[in-house]
């Protein structure tokens, strides 16, 4: 029985054992431990006459080399001889120097020596460039069998070749440096200290060598970095599932998911040898979390960058993004043009991209756009789906100007750290600043004193070494980015009628930089008085004021560019020295508007206007004081709740408002996002068509004016997709109702003999338009309720500093259009009433005339210039019967 099974046994072997290493043959094993043999004849380095796929001594095989030697047998002679060296080198070296003259990589968040950079190449590294630069032949030598200047018969090229030679595909560098990773710098503990996310070398995995000691893994030459302290032309790796091991000295790409702690020369890809990148906030960011990054490389893309791919032969498998690492989106040797070394960062329109202008964002569309078009593999509307970032900024009528050419510099300004010192929080000096690592980018190059530096580019927005697949930035518990990540990196936008809404900043806004304004006027018209600059990782803060030394809210990140902090703001109005509308954005005249307004002024949120205060004198900003009772600043609750819950605002019959605002109101805040991004189909919700895994949130692009989710104009309130009704009840509205229809007082807009005067009015005059009572520009306004009051038209309107003007509307045709806030207004408040306690006699005209400053009067913009006198309901029959 035993001889039987024994022999069934060996026969089941023996079909199994050949179909096992034949599909062994056809798709090796992911990306596994590097195992790296000194076998110079094993690597293209091995420019003999040796057959291709010849075996070698240490076990290895002549690779396929497209240069190689006709005749001569002797491997080392290319680049060694033991007589006659040059004498400038130690390694006996076999041939001339080059004496071409090099232009080499700079980078204003580099904090080594400028004077070190400029001498580059030097050391060891110009032995690569000997042939590597691709301007001498590699069959020229110094010494032949004793021959001297000696050229070698080749059976192919003598130079590395020159096709592709500006693209980042290329080993044949040429003499423009720029986009390949600086040498030949001191690298030492200054520096690390400098930098904020190198490490120092600590003689174990990069440092000196030293005689009687182990050598480190990744040598310095006299402390300085070389090309040799990552290269070792002589290395091959055993292992042959990895791709091309590039003569490296460790891993090329990352082994074991990163934990953030020390360098690991068995787990770890070569860049975090030196590159920490803070350690746990890279190891756990979106873009190297194990549980996050698991997008597989398509074939095409895995073998055009020399990752494994399953059309190598043989075959391997594709990587997943957790494991090519730094490479998703640097190249050390990148594409002529690139800056920071960014993969196929380019304008170039070719695959792979050829030279071209610098264009940070294909970078990042590499993945971020759809899934035919991604380098990566993965199913839309799924949950490991990537946003969609390109199709916003590339299809949308409306975006931000991402590309260079939509820019008004016409080049690539955005450039992260350099020298400067602009405000709280923001010493950019270059040996204690540390601003590279958190982004940091000066006010001059945001477009302070010059508005052609205005741009936009990604990382203005987002640090993609530190964002996080949670909902909060500070992870799950807060504090902790090492959990299970969240179904989402973007903020939790719950309607359910029960979860209050924060403004607390998302897991894609982690680690990214802002300000904080400040302020020393509640006023309307009085600009902030300074900015605190909000940056740095959060690391393990558990905390969420507004007060922290980081980043806490989405509107920090929008107000370095949307306020003065990032252009000069001389406070005039209409007009003023605030950027112009156009370019890829809305166009000029839209609304009415030409111009920006100053999103840091609009959004304060004073703390005595909070709540329902009745008076609180001029302070809000007008400057007549028939108008300061029961009158308040208000705003949407951007940067700080309004603290007006339906009790303060006399509603009886519940909240006007769709989830999830209808629940904890005036506690509840709100993101810039909320309003701003991808058009949404549905007319009652701002979450993106399809939800998380949909189109993106974020201001990237969107079909309607000023990248709103909906319309905003002076539209019909029954039109369609109108972004107000996005969030507000349209029912309580614009749905009619005799004397307000519904129960209780669903508006602050009622009163004793009316329970909803929007529903009223809307009976009465028909189709309303929000920006005849309302302001055309709704983040925030002198007056309770965002009302205009064309009794009290002031500075905003350049009326000058301190005036309070009535507006000529004599019938239903009038109205007045200034921009930014006025666009086809007609509402005129005689007196401000609380909210709830409105009568028809709050409305009507002050009966001002001349040109006083508080008690002049002003043309309507259609040239009326005579004014219905009166207040209560004949003044609006005369005023507001069937406008147009």
Known sequence: MISRYMTLSRLIL???????????????????????????????????????????????????????ASSETQVCVFCHTPHAAEAVVTPLWNRKLSGQTYATYTSSSMEASDAEMAAAPGGSSKLCLSCHDGTMGVDKVNVLNGVKNATIAMASGTKISSDAATTGFTRNLGTDLKSDHPISFTYDAALATADGELRAPDGIAVGNRTAGAVPPKMPLEKGKMECSTCHDPHLRDKTTS?????????????????????????????????????????????????????????????????????????????????????LN?????????????????????????????????????????????????YTALT?????????????????????SS???????????????????????????????????????????????????????CHNPHRVVKFRDFRGNPAGSITGTPDAAGTHKHTEDGTTLHSNIASGVLRGSWGVEPEYVSASFHVLPSGYTVKRGDPGTNSSSLVTASYVTREYQICLKCHSDYGYTDNNLYPNGSRPKLGASGTPAGTNGLTIYTNQAKEFQAPVAHQNEPLNLGTAAGTADANFNNNNHRSWHPVMAGTGRTPEKRNMTGGAPWLPPWN????????????????????????????????????????????LLKGTWTDVKASTANILCFKCHAKANYSSGGGWGGGSGNTTGFSGSWSGNLHNYHANKVGDLRCTWCHVAVPHGWRNKALLVNLND????????????????????????????????????????????????SNCGSKNKSGTGLTTGRINSTNGQTSNASGTGRSWMRSTCDNPP
């Open 793 to 840: 038209v002031g500075e905003e309107a350049g009326q000058g500093v301190g005036s309070s003007k009535e507006v000529s509307i004599a019938g239903s045709n009038d109205y007045y259009s200034q921009e930014p806030y006025y666009y086809k207004a007609r509402n005129k408040i005689a007196s401000f009433a609380a909210s709830g306690n409105w009568s028809a």
């Open 663 to 706: 629940t904890q109101v005036g506690e509840s805040t709100m993101y810039c996002s909320d309003c701003h991004g991808s058009g949404t189909t549905s007319a009652t919700s701002v979450i993106p068509n399809n939800g998380d895994n949909g189109n993106v949130w974020g201001p990237h692009g969107s079909n309607n004016d000023f």
């Open 406 to 460: 939509e820019q008004a510099a016409g080049v690539e300004v955005h450039d992260i750290a350099g020298i400067f010192n602009d405000a709280t929080n923001a010493d950019c000096s270059k040996t204690t600043g540390k601003c590279g690592k958190d982004f940091l980018e000066s006010r001059a190059k945001l477009g302070l004193d010059n508005l052609n530096n205005r741009h936009a580019e990604c990382t203005d």
């Open 14 to 68: 023996a079909l199994i054992i050949p179909v096992l290493l034949a599909l062994t043959a056809q798709v090796q094993g992911a990306i596994s431990v590097t195992n790296k043999i000194a076998d110079v004849r094993g690597t293209k380095h091995n420019f003999s006459a040796a057959s291709d796929g010849s075996a070698t001594p240490s076990g290895g095989t002549v690779p396929e080399r497209t240069i190689k």
């Open 329 to 377: 989106c640097h190249d050390s040797h990148t594409v002529q043009g690139a800056r920071r070394l960014l993969r196929e960062a380019t304008d170039s329109t070719t695959s792979p991209k050829t030279g071209g202008n610098a264009s940070l964002e294909e970078t990042c569309y590499q993945c971020h756009t759809n899934s035919a078009g991604s380098v990566v593999s």
């Open 242 to 326: 990895n791709g091309n091991a590039k003569f490296l000295r460790v891993n090329r790409f990352q082994v074991a998911p990163p934990t953030g702690g020390n360098f690991s020369t068995t787990n770890d890809i070569i860049c975090l040898a030196c590159h920490d990148k803070g350690g746990v906030s890279y190891a756990f960011s979106a873009h190297a979390n194990s549980q996050v990054a698991t997008q597989i490389y398509k074939p095409a893309a895995a073998k055009q960058r020399e990752f494994p791919s399953s059309l190598d032969s043989p075959a391997n498998t594709e990587p997943p993004v957790w494991q090519i690492s730094c």
């Open 383 to 403: 949950s490991s789906a990537i946003p969609d970032i390109k199709t916003d900024f590339t299809t949308s009528a409306r975006h931000m100007p991402i590309k």
